[in-house]
Structures are given as C-alpha cells and as structure tokens.
C-alpha cells in the first residue's frame, strides 16, 4: 500500500521560517509534490521534487531524499495568507497525505 | 482562458438518487483525477485516466463510476450504492501525470446528500 505521514498542525509567528515534514511509503515512486489549499478553495500547486536535493521558488522551498523516504516543505518570510492546509504528494497515481494546517500569529 | 470547469458548483440529492459531475479542461492534458476531500481530511483518490477510454480505479471507488470517451472531459457518477456521498469532489488535469507531479484542479463541486 501506499501511506503518508505529515503533521496535523503547526503554528508559526508572521515573518518566521516554518518547516513541514512529510514521510513516505510508496512503491513505483517518482517524486513529492507540495500544494496549498485555502479554506473553500481549490488545492494549488507549489513545488516538486523528483530528484533528492532542494527546489527554491521564491519563499518557498522544497526538500527529498529518496533514501529516507522523507522530504519537507520549507516556507520563509511568512505572511498572514500563508495560513492555509498543505498537502504533500506522491506522484505514482498522486496520493495525497492528509495535509498540515498551518495557523500564522500576527 | 485554459483551465478546468466544474459543475455544478453546489448541488443537492436524495438518497437513492445518481448524480454525475461534470468535469471538462482545455488544457490538453492527458491525464485526469478525481478526488473526494471530507472536511478537515485530505484529498482520496476516485478514479483516475490517464487516455482516452481508459481510466483506473483509485482508493475509494465503490460507489462510483466514471468514462473518458473525449480528451476534454472526465465525469463523475456517484451512484446509490455510495453509502456516504457528502463531500466536496475535486477534479483535475496534468499534462504528465506521475511523471511531472503538477495538478490542475477544478474549482470543485460541493454535494449534500438529504
């Protein structure tokens, strides 16, 4: 079977770092993917790592490594709409983890 | 403009009923998903197709059905044999499925069983 593993919640203070991990167990894997969804809306794409290393698209930032089945989600300079739920995702039909509520404090 | 049209947006059903959503993209995408999400739950996969006249079923698929006779369009049948059927359905697209790890979505449909 197939299984991810992320936290439920984490809270973070405006213009901090907040790091969200996700831990996989897959078989015919192809890479993690991170999406964002705001209340109500639709889920949105961020970022995606096929290979192990970092992807850096603006304050966003998005970790793998294969050989631990592990990757994360690096958000920076955080802003009051950056509370949202994330999802991690493992490309091999595209399963998705259960997502992280992040709540941001002024 | 390219993207993914949902419908209905909202939509409401006696029990017993069969209700089908739309889901149509003119992104020329191959691939395409459908997903269940039940509040504060993550996104479970129906169904997925990733040609034409070929689909495959996800984790959750009993109660369910879909076609892909077109490229474009993708519906969902959530049929009486769906014993919980209150959610919101996402759809979407992706122009290389597993391969590029990028989803289009929908802006979804909200059914509310009565």
Known sequence: GQSLEQPSEVTAVEGAIVQINCTYQTSGFYGL??????????????????????????????FLS?????????????????SASYFCAVNDKIIFGKGTRLHILP | DGGITQSPKYLFRKEGQNVTLSCEQNLNHDAMYWYRQDPGQGLR?????????????????????????????????????????????????????????????GEGSRLTVL
């Open chain 2, 45 to 105: 996969l129906i169904y997925y197709s990733q040609i034409v006249n070929d689909f495959q079923k996800g984790d959750i698929a009993e109660g369910y059905s879909v076609s892909r006779e077109k490229k474009e369009s993708f519906p969902l049948t959530v049929t009486s044999a769906q014993k919980n059927p209150t959610a919101f359905y996402l759809c979407a697209s992706s122009p290389g499925g597993a391969i590029t790890g990028e989803l289009f979505f």
């Open chain 1, 33 to 62: 993917s991170w999406y964002q969804q705001h209340d109500g809306g639709a889920p949105t794409f961020l970022s995606y790592n096929g290979l192990d290393g970092l992807e850096e698209t603006g304050r966003f930032s998005s």
């Open chain 1, 66 to 82: 294969r050989s631990d089945s592990y990757g994360y989600l690096l958000l920076q300079e955080l802003q009051m709409k950056d």
